[in-house]
């Protein structure tokens, strides 16, 4: 038997390679994003010129955003990691153009970005209808909200090291930002999100109200007849539910749950509620969730001013540990913790039972979920925003959102069969695809990216890659 050290014998490391391609799944990116016409819908709004040494904006910030989905954490690094790919994609932009390019991002250019962006988005949810299996539908307590496009609604903190623009103290007792965003729920898109100071109010209305018109103004005509908009506490203000409110037409239906602060008024309501209101509440297969209970609170809360229809459901379930020293002295008298959803779903069309309290409270727990996309945006860029300059970091987010958008892109579109990869978020995706090596060899006029063959998810690269080139062209 050798000895398990002596793996090395005979080996050497040289950095003499030729034609090796490291993270080779940009080319994935990079096809995504021509084939779905944004690198082209992005050219049609930001400035070019006919100088030789000139480089189109579009092409920077695309490749710009790939580098953001590959990892790169600054402009340099995505400098680093464009000058490696100039066998693939031709001569790279430094990370001055890189600055540059963010800093003439004003707010008029960054308005027709956004248009832009919804057209492509149009493009794509029409290949997602088209696919097999058809647009990604939430499936909430066992039922399939079809037809029904949910956005959610929340803010975060980016921690910031250094004494940037905008950057103050938070809510949280850290220093950096106050971002808030809205994400749909049903595909992982980030629909829109507006950097804030790190002071920024956690339910500042306007802030709400403006991320959201965007948010909405993204989501293609065609798909806007019902809407659910979610959003945790800092979403029940007045403000906020009289535009939701506002937004039903005799066109498009908007129904919302949103998390309620819980007052000496609610809980004298509860109070009252006799033993059997309480059901026992479900998970999100639909099955029964032990020791988790709802009831309907409506009807015992007389507080006035709030839109007409309002329902208000509690939950109770018995206080962990951790959660002990918070409790209020109700809640310590009872021995349950509480908690509230207001919602003015009556009935959500085409879902059965969506009345009852069970399946409310199940849909207002999913947006929970939204957790995961603030994780995983973080991951793709916005765990640390790379500039001292208030307009480069708005300009940053950006590309990040729009990396956000091709990594989702490529899983619903080529991966959506491919076991987990249809849902793995971007460490997975970067260990599994996009940090692949391969070696570009040419023959007889064409090109070749070679991948290991041994590699378990190579043939899933292959199928990506063949279904990208499948893809009918945007108009």
């Known amino acids: 038997m050798g000895e398990p ?9 040289t950095t003499d390679g030729k034609a090796l391609v490291g993270h080779a799944g940009a080319v994935l990116l990079r096809k ?9 819908a992005l050219a049609a709004v930001l400035p070019t010129s006919t100088a030789s040494s000139w480089r189109q904006r579009a092409h920077v910030l695309v490749q710009l955003a790939v580098a953001i989905v590959l990892k790169a954490r600054s402009l340099l690094e995505a400098e680093h990691l464009q000058l490696h790919h100039r066998q693939l994609f031709g001569t790279p932009a430094s990370d001055s153009t890189l600055r540059r390019l963010l800093e003439a991002l004003d707010e008029k250019t960054l308005a027709a970005i956004a248009k832009a962006r919804k057209r492509v988005r149009r493009h794509v949810w029409t290949l997602l209808h088209l696919r097999p299996g058809g647009f990604p539908y939430l499936t909430v307590a066992g039922r399939e909200l079809k037809g029904w496009i949910a956005v959610d609604l929340d803010a975060t903190v980016i921690t910031s090291a250094s004494k940037k623009h905008g950057a103050e103290p938070t809510f949280k007792h850290t220093y950096g930002f106050h971002p808030l965003a809205a994400w749909c729920a049903n595909t992982g898109e980030c629909l829109a999100m507006q950097l804030r100071p790190g002071n920024a109010g956690a339910n500042t209305v306007t802030d709400h109200i403006g991320v959201l018109t965007q948010a909405l103004d993204q989501i293609p005509g065609s798909s806007s007849a019902k809407l659910l908009i979610r959003a945790d506490g800092a979403g ?5 539910l009289d535009h939701l409110e506002a937004l039903t037409t005799t066109r498009r239906t908007v129904r919302y749950t949103v998390g309620w602060k819980i007052t000496d008024e609610d809980e004298s ?4 509620l006799p033993e059997h209101a309480w059901q026992t509440s479900l998970t999100q297969h639909g099955d029964l969730h032990e020791g988790y209970e709802v009831a309907e609170l409506t009807g015992l809360n007389t507080r006035q001013g709030w839109p007409e229809g309002l329902r208000l459901i509690v939950r109770r379930v018995r206080p962990s540990k951790r959660h002990r020293k918070n409790l209020t002295a109700f809640e310590k008298r009872t021995g349950w913790r509480y908690a509230i959803t207001a919602t003015n779903i009556g009935r959500m069309w085409g879902i059965a039972g969506s009345h009852q309290v069970q399946f409310l409270d199940a849909l207002h727990r999913d947006h929970a979920e939204v957790e995961d996309r603030v994780r995983t945006n973080k991951a793709m860029g916005l765990a640390n925003l790379p500039s001292r300059s208030w307009d480069i970091n708005t300009a940053w987010m950006l590309a990040a959102n729009i990396a956000c958008d091709l990594d989702a892109w490529l899983r619903l579109l080529t991966l959506h069969d491919q ?16 940090h692949l090596p391969a070696r570009l060899a040419r023959h007889a006029r064409h090109r070749f990216l070679r991948l290991e063959r041994t590699w378990p998810w190579a043939e899933a690269f292959a199928t990506s890659w063949r279904r990208l080139s499948g893809l009918p062209a945007a108009e």
């Open 419 to 434: 076991g987990d990869l249809a849902r793995a978020e971007p460490e997975t995706m970067r260990f599994r695809l996009y």
């Open 5 to 13: 050290t002596r793996w090395d014998r005979g080996l050497s490391v």
């Open 32 to 40: 995504l994003a021509d084939r779905t016409g944004l690198t082209t």
């Open 269 to 272: 309501a509860i109070a009252r």
């Open 236 to 240: 029940a203000t007045h403000g906020l």
